[in-house]
């Protein structure tokens, strides 16, 4: 168990800096591409935490929905690989030193909180118990959220229509 | 050693580390875009380990409803960014400068 969760730590954070920088290409699709190792590595991880649905979800979604929006939409727009530009040096080191704090702050404090030891319960997350949840006690929520795909699609046709009045006086 | 909550955290917090640089330093939108998954997700796993090592299930739940917002997020992003490619012809956020002084 213990190697396993390093393997796919390891390999999760790996691929997480492959999307960002990546030194043998710019190009986005391998951005894409290696978000979908990302995520799959990260179910991984849910399944090591006992969340099966959520691993399922996770690929299901993000990788089988979501990277093919992705890769739809790079695909339409034709996106060439990024030129490398004017290095912006101050830019680029004013982001790393300020993500480093974050992280380092971040750090300090989960290890002086010593939550390490306080909670070591074993909680099983079984997808019935999870279901139950869902739709007792969050049905709320989650028929809201029904709602906010509802708006998101009708949202997202009426931003992709071509502009037709427009359209026609141009012409 | 055992594995504890803290692994799980340091993970997590290495992964936002990751995206926020991604956001910040890349200049393609869809790389952008990229880097805001890369966030979620390390929230995602966060709150996936709390919920492990706390025995209780609220924070699935939360999880399971952010994949969704994320889901449709990432619709209405990627059609504002190909509305956006249809007038400006770029993704790349060097060129917006419509709004600078």
Same mark, same amino acid.
């Given at each position: #168990? ?19 920088? $990546?030194?043998?290409?710019? $190009? ?14 990260? *179910? ?5 935490? !006992? ?6 979800? !996770? ?15 790079? #695909? ?10 004017? &290095? !912006? ?18 750090? $300090?404090?989960?290890? !002086? ?28 929520? &989650? ?9 998101? #699609? ?5 931003? *992709?229509?071509?502009?037709? *009045? ?6 | 050693?055992?594995?504890? +909550?803290? =692994? ?20 393609? /939108? ?11 997700? @390390? ?5 996936? @380990? ?11 739940? /939360?999880?399971?409803?952010?994949? %969704?917002?994320? @889901? ?5 992003? +990627?059609?504002?960014?190909? @509305?956006?490619?249809?007038?400006? =012809? %770029? %993704?790349?956020? %060097? ?7």
């Amino acid at each position: #168990m213990e190697i396993l969760f390093y393997i796919f730590a390891t390999l999760t954070l790996l691929c997480g800096l492959l999307v960002v920088f $990546n030194p043998f290409s710019r $190009n986005p699709v391998t951005s894409a591409m290696f978000l979908v190792l990302t995520i799959i590595c990260m *179910s991984g991880l849910f399944v090591l935490l !006992q969340a099966y649905f959520l691993a399922a979800v !996770q690929i299901l979604v993000y990788a089988g929905a979501v990277i093919v929006l992705f890769l739809f939409v790079i #695909m339409l727009l034709d996106v060439k690989e990024e030129e490398r530009r004017r &290095f !912006q040096k101050f830019g680029t080191f004013l982001g790393f030193a300020a993500v480093a704090g974050l992280g380092a702050i971040i750090i $300090n404090t989960i290890g !002086q909180s010593g939550i390490g030891e306080a909670l070591t319960a074993k909680g099983a997350g079984e997808t019935k118990e999870l279901g139950k949840l869902l739709f007792t006690e969050y049905v709320l929520p &989650f028929e809201i959220i029904s709602v906010l795909l509802l708006v998101a #699609m009708v949202g997202c046709i009426l931003l *992709s229509k071509r502009d037709e *009045s427009k359209e026609a006086e141009a012409e | 050693m055992n594995i504890g +909550l803290e =692994h799980y955290l340091i993970v997590s917090v290495a992964l936002f580390c990751l995206g926020l640089l991604g956001v910040i330093i890349r200049r393609n /939108l869809i790389v952008m875009y990229m880097g805001l998954e890369l966030m979620l997700n @390390a929230a995602n796993l966060a709150l996936v @380990a709390f919920s492990h090592f706390r025995d209780n299930l609220d924070g699935q739940i /939360l999880v399971f409803f952010i994949i %969704t917002v994320a @889901a449709a997020e990432v619709t209405v992003g +990627l059609a504002l960014i190909v @509305a956006l490619y249809r007038k400006r =012809h %770029t %993704t790349d956020v %060097t060129d917006l400068t419509s709004m600078k002084l």
